[in-house]
């Protein structure tokens, strides 16, 4: 086991947010661990891209709602890169259906993916930080997480949780010197998004101060900041950068 650089881990970094984050993070110095679930090509060719640039990356298979499979898959990690410094839990699915459409099996989905899937993460970061009484924590829950949105209950009912989760643990682990903050984006220029018509984006920018959608970049240079040293004294905190759409 080799520890030359600092280690993140972040879940749902093959594409979005989380490819643009590894990107972030790689190029501050960071060995980067990316867990994806689906999107094989996606992760190696992130991976083979920042191999290329000179950085250290990895990426690994795991379903995050599988407890065993995701310590399987930090136990990897931490044999590559050292323990992890940094945990981004990032993955995440989206869903836009009436409340009376949404089947148990589809609510059952979306918690499991966003909130059980940071919790089986966590549980498998955590430890390691705890002992050596340092480590970042920074969740992605949603703008709609603080807000609600219609046709989106399911959605938002989870990334509420994400936020509650993100405050809580936050002043139990302080007295550890771990941060946990929560980036609560707004409407992005994401694959997340695709299902929206060009009205329904327009109609979002309009409603938007700024007049326009972030960008993955702009999310990734938040949850950067958070797990930077200059975020010392930051935790328990929900940042939502979303162009003013919500203040």
């Known amino acids: 086991m080799r520890k030359a650089r600092l280690h993140v881990l972040i879940t749902g970094g093959s594409r979005g947010i989380g490819a643009a984050t ?9 060995a980067v661990t990316i867990l994806y679930h689906r999107n094989a090509k996606r992760a190696e060719d992130l991976v083979v891209r920042l191999l290329q640039e000179g950085h250290e990356a990895i990426a690994i298979s795991a379903d995050i709602r599988d407890f065993a499979a995701v310590h ?6 931490n044999l590559q890169f050292g323990a992890v410094d940094v945990l981004v839990s990032n993955a995440g699915i989206a869903g836009q259906q009436l409340f009376s459409d949404v089947t148990p099996e589809m609510f059952a989905d979306m918690i499991q993916t966003h909130v059980t899937g940071l919790y089986n993460i966590t549980k498998a ?5 705890i002992s050596r ?3 970042s924590i920074v969740t992605v829950s949603s703008i709609w997480g603080i807000t609600g949105a219609s046709c989106e209950v399911a959605y938002s009912t989870a990334k509420a949780a994400v936020i509650g989760f993100t405050r809580a643990l936050a002043k139990e682990v302080g007295p550890s010197d771990i941060t946990v903050n929560c980036v609560a984006p707004g409407v992005i220029d ?5 299902d929206l018509t060009s009205e329904e984006i327009q109609e979002l920018c309009d409603q938007t101060p700024l007049g326009r959608m972030g960008t993955p970049k702009e999310i990734a240079d938040v949850i950067l900041f958070l797990a930077s040293e200059n975020a010392g004294f930051i935790t328990g905190q ?3 950068p979303n162009g003013g759409l919500v203040i």
């Open 22 to 30: 590894a990107e972030a993070f790689a190029n501050e110095g960071y």
């Open 72 to 77: 399987h898959a930090v136990q990897k990690a």
């Open 125 to 129: 970061v955590l430890p390691g930080m």
């Open 238 to 240: 929900v940042i939502s």
């Open 190 to 194: 994401t694959e997340m998004n695709q």
């Open 133 to 135: 009484k340092t480590g």
